[in-house]
């Protein structure tokens, strides 16, 4: 197979030769690298790459150029080549419309010329960019293939299970031709979806995410029984401690319900996080702490969840689900915080065929040229709006508040309010969802007045509040009313430690009641809600675990 292509675009051709020369001086050993002088030329090459069959790992492509820019350029070679890395070449005058491409064209990166010299402006860029290209696997290219009905929620879980994982997939509607081939060679009728076909042939008909797991080549075994360390969730504050242990000699594993990222996993985009002015998606992010992680030589294992703490002297042992167990000397909680569920009446029935807890960036195409509705405040809600806006006709934000200044930041809120088909709707809660095997219909309240308004939808996402994923540990690690774990200083009450706690020193800052068990992230009580301070956590608790061994 014909290596993968480098692409470069520039109408000035000083400029188009230079950065051909650059690259294909680092590259050109395991890349073609093709030059283009205009957007018209550069799609014409991209055709023929496509008919070819062959892959495009990256675009690099000039901001100003006459008839087609950069911009324009990148937004339509994403119709042929959505995977490829993006990177709009540009002049510090051109910055700010590089920053607004970032939601136009999802840009990885943008880069001012001149580059000189590339060993430090150049080739790490593109280093990046192409380790995330070869990670993340053309789908096309895949054959697990699942089957489902548009609004299965038992599909819907699948979906999600193998995104959030990072497992490419091929999506057939069982009402399509191929979609109902792979049903009758299977066996199975249309209403017993989802039917997930693997690449070696085997179908798995509505399968557990463990068994799924462990059939899309995910670990979900540890390969010892005792760990100096054992990370439990995967959200920011558990892959940063992950790393950090793994990465400081600890034998370290990660074990995680659902799949690594956490909430943030889920974001469309990241934009405040330090050291990513172009921001960087929640998969972006997951991705590249999942494969720091395991270089370092931690263990991750997904679709396994912990049940129960208990301590053996020295030791803390972990229960899983299935009678299985970890022990270590030490213990991270992460487990982070799970979306608040909306008690109206009707819209429970609706989990997964309507109503969404989080992003659910599964269904973004799916909402072309839809009414969408979010409910919440936070970052979280204004992040899904922005990405969701790409695809859907109208998107109504909803918010009891009668503004986001307080719970949004401010980037956030001029990107809302920059974006004609986004609409914010103060003062509302939603009270009732109908629909007949979907969501169909929303009743929408005024919390002011109390005026009801009834709207048609099928699509509503809810982005609020936050509960700690804690009840596994009730009765074991103290606790606060919420069920935030408590830590560190917060432990003493009139100077006194706990009652049982046996050391003869005062809990280590994000230390539980039980010594050696630390928290990290959303999960701590009083922790700051931010990705940054979580990956912060993480580290700081390994700094500690290290303390605590030490003193054993």
């Not at 997951?286 to 294992?301: D, H, N, P, S, Y």
């Not at 709707?425 to 109908?434: A, F, I, L, R, S």
Request: proline residues 5%; negative net charge; hydrophobic residues 45%.
């Amino acid at each position: 197979m014909a290596n993968p292509t480098i692409l470069t675009v520039d109408d000035d051709p000083a400029v188009s030769r230079a950065v051909a020369r650059d690259i294909r001086r680092r590259y050109g050993d395991r890349y073609r690298v093709v030059r283009a002088v205009s957007g018209d030329e550069a799609l014409g090459a991209l055709r023929e790459i496509k008919l070819r069959g062959e892959q495009l790992a990256v675009m690099l492509a000039d901001y100003r150029m006459p008839e087609m820019n950069g911009i324009e350029f990148l937004e339509a070679a994403m119709d042929l080549f959505p995977l490829a890395r993006r990177v709009l070449l540009t002049a510090y005058a051109d910055t700010d419309a590089a920053i607004d491409a970032i939601n136009v064209v999802d840009l990885d990166h943008y880069l001012l010329k001149p580059w000189n010299p590339p060993e430090q402006h150049l080739y790490p860029v593109i280093d990046t960019l192409l380790d995330a290209w070869l990670a993340t696997p053309d789908p096309t290219a895949m054959e697990t293939r699942v089957v489902g009905h548009r609004w299965s929620a038992p599909s819907f879980a699948v979906r999600d299970f193998l995104t959030r994982n990072l497992v490419p997939y091929q999506w057939l509607l069982s009402d399509e031709p191929e979609g109902a081939r792979l049903l009758t060679a299977a066996g199975v009728a249309p209403t017993d979806v989802p039917l997930v076909v693997l690449s070696d042939g085997t179908s798995l008909v509505a399968p557990a995410e463990g068994d799924l797991a462990a059939r899309v080549g995910l670990s979900t075994v540890p390969t010892s029984d005792f760990y100096d360390l054992v990370v439990v969730g995967g959200g920011p504050a558990g892959l940063g401690a992950a790393v950090y242990g793994a990465s400081e000699g600890l034998r370290t594993v990660l074990v995680e319900r659902e799949a690594t990222g956490g909430q943030a996993g889920q974001s469309s985009r990241i934009e405040n996080y330090l050291g990513f002015p172009d921001g960087v998606s929640g998969s972006q992010l997951t991705e590249r702490a999942r494969r720091q992680a395991l270089k370092f030589g931690a263990e991750i294992l997904s679709a396994r969840e912990v049940v129960a703490l208990e301590t053996a002297g020295s030791a803390r042992v972990l229960r899983l689900g299935e009678g299985a167990s970890i022990t270590a000397h030490t213990v991270v909680l992460a487990t982070g915080v799970s979306y608040r569920r909306l008690t109206a009446p009707g819209l429970e029935d609706f989990t997964g065929a309507g109503v969404f807890y989080g992003s659910a960036v599964t269904e973004a195409l799916s909402c072309e040229g839809e009414e969408i509705f979010i409910v919440g405040g936070a970052n979280s809600a204004g992040q899904a709006a922005v990405y969701f806006s790409h695809y859907a006709r109208r998107v109504h934000l909803l918010i009891r508040g009668g503004d986001l200044v307080r719970s949004m930041s401010s980037y956030l809120i001029d990107q809302l309010n920059a974006i004609d088909h986004i609409v914010i709707h103060p003062w509302t809660e939603v009270v009732d969802g109908k629909g007949n095997g979907h969501l169909q219909q929303l009743t929408l309240r005024d919390t002011r007045s109390g005026a009801t308004d009834t709207v048609n939808t099928s699509w509503l996402f809810v982005f609020i509040g936050a509960e700690p994923r804690t009840d596994w540990l009730d009765g074991t690690v103290a606790r606060d009313p919420r069920g935030f774990v408590v830590t560190g200083p917060d432990l003493i009450a009139d100077g006194r430690r706990p009652a049982d706690w046996p050391l003869q020193r005062d809990p280590y800052h994000l230390e539980c009641s039980v010594p050696g068990v630390f928290a990290a992230g959303d999960v701590r009580a009083a922790s700051v809600k931010r990705v940054a301070s979580a990956v912060g956590e993480g580290a700081m608790a390994v700094t500690l675990v290290h303390r605590y061994m030490e003193a054993q």
